[in-house]
């Protein structure tokens, strides 16, 4: 918006200098019209001007705040490797106990086969230099999913699984990340350095995903705590194949 208001009051400024010089050359002969000239080059130089820094000064506001210790982060390894079958111990519902079969499909895409029992829900997942966004998502899914590569650079994003940079309380896609350090227990290991990211919906109701390097998501949770109804489901990586 503000980069709007400054081009508009540029145009303004030029649209304005056009018009003195017409009025001046209808006016003036000889070098008083040469000096009109020279004025009006003179603005044009210096609204120029003012626009390029105006464009370097939005430039750099739009430059995503990342600093070194996240350029370092490298986003694949929130996903473990090609084959990998993780078992998710659910507590709260039948189905919340899960195992989750991981595919890689390049250096930067990778699905995730989770499987409750009832059904196989398929997600993938691309990853870029600042965020790992979901691109595909399918309930019931029984069949192989071998995409080619153009088939999947060319899927939109449906929504943001983790973004840089990892701080706490930064917001993303409606969720926020609520600790960048967490230890926790599981029935697999102790983690340490776990990422805890939050959302809360309109009912109320909390969703909350523990994240950690070289695992991915280690846990998951869905709470709904009001007057008429209080529960809470949960899944947490037991074991790995």
């Not at 020279?38 to 603005?43: Q, S």
């Not at 930067?108 to 691309?126: A, P, W």
Request: aromatic share 8%; hydrophobic share 30%.
């Amino acid at each position: 918006m503000k980069r709007i208001k400054i081009l508009s009051i540029l145009c303004l400024l030029l649209f304005l200098s056009a018009c003195g010089f017409q009025t001046e050359k209808n006016s003036n002969e000889g070098s008083d019209l040469n000096e009109t000239k020279n004025d009006n080059e003179n603005t044009h130089e210096d609204n120029n001007e003012v626009e390029v820094n105006s464009k370097e000064n939005n430039n750099e506001k739009e430059q995503p705040e990342i600093n070194s210790e996240d350029m370092s982060i490298d986003l694949s390894n929130f996903f473990m490797k090609d084959k990998s079958v993780a078992k998710y111990l659910g507590e709260g519902n039948e189905y919340a106990t899960y195992t989750a079969r991981t595919q890689w499909h390049n250096d930067h895409t990778v699905s995730i086969f989770e499987d409750n029992g009832g059904t196989i829900l398929l997600r993938t997942y691309r990853i870029t230099d600042k965020a790992i966004e979901l691109i595909n998502e399918q309930g019931e899914f029984y069949g192989e999913f071998n995409p080619t590569n153009d088939e999947l650079d060319a899927m939109p994003a449906i929504s943001t699984f983790l973004q840089l940079p990892i701080e706490k309380d930064r917001e993303f896609d409606g969720w926020k990340i609520i600790e960048v350090s967490q230890t926790l227990e599981t029935p697999l290991q102790k983690f340490e350095d776990v990422i805890q990211i939050q959302k809360i919906d309109e009912t109320g109701s909390i969703q909350n995903r523990y994240i950690v390097e070289n695992f991915g998501e280690i846990k998951r949770e869905f709470i709904m705590d009001d007057e008429d109804i209080k529960f809470s489901v949960s899944s947490t990586i037991e074991s790995i194949q």
